[in-house]
């Protein structure tokens, strides 16, 4: 799936109950037109709600958007906090039922999200993170086998050679994946 707002990489999916929050499409300002960018082979459970945008001044003597509900005018100093960025999801992670992701948030690579977070900051590659906001619990695999796993990027290998170790990718056998990779993919 591609549009203006939202990239989806090949092999994700989104299930249903997915709502994608952002500014209004023609308003100027700072950060006003971000993405949502989704890797490849990501899982992503029900309810997924993720804000490219909307957030409103909270050093303001007001939240509240005066100066569009009552003189429907633009207020140029609302427009610098708008939304805090893109969202950008790594590939081959998977994000639990319930979870919602503020603007200008990473997930890196093989991070897992469990259900019911609240995600306000990065996620570290391979790790495993939980609750309101998201935190750190551990990392999924081994320092060692994370950096092989990053040096492999298995999900930008040729689909038939992802289909050939399939048997790999869904074990704890890092050496003969890796020893693969060596010599099939590496050149």
């Known amino acids: 799936m591609k549009d203006n707002n939202v990239i989806i990489g090949e092999h994700s999916y989104v299930e249903k109950g997915f709502r994608l929050l952002w500014n209004k499409p023609n308003t100027l300002g700072n950060n006003l037109n971000p993405k949502l960018i ?3 082979f990501c899982s992503i459970a029900d309810n997924l709600t993720v804000y490219l945008g909307g957030n409103h001044p909270v050093n303001y003597m ?5 100066h569009t509900r009552l ?3 633009a207020h140029s100093s ?9 969202v950008v999801i790594g590939n081959d992670v998977w994000i639990g039922d319930n979870v919602v992701i503020m603007s200008g948030v990473k997930i890196n690579d093989g991070s897992v999200i469990g259900a019911y977070s609240v995600v306000r900051s990065e996620i570290l590659p391979y790790s495993i993170n939980y609750g309101n906001p998201a935190k750190y619990i551990r990392k999924r695999v081994s320092y060692e086998t994370e950096i092989k796993l990053i040096e492999m990027k298995w999900w930008d290998w040729p689909i038939h050679k992802i289909k050939d170790v399939v048997f790999l990718l ?6 003969e994946l890796y020893n693969y990779y060596f010599e099939n993919i590496k050149i």
């Not at 007001?62 to 005066?66: D, K």
């Not at 869904?170 to 050496?175: H, L, P, T």
């Open 38 to 40: 989704i890797g490849k």
């Open 62 to 66: 007001t939240t509240s958007p005066l």
């Open 71 to 73: 003189s429907n005018n």
């Open 78 to 86: 609302w427009k610098e906090h708008l939304s805090s960025g893109d």
């Open 170 to 175: 869904e074990s704890e056998n890092i050496s």
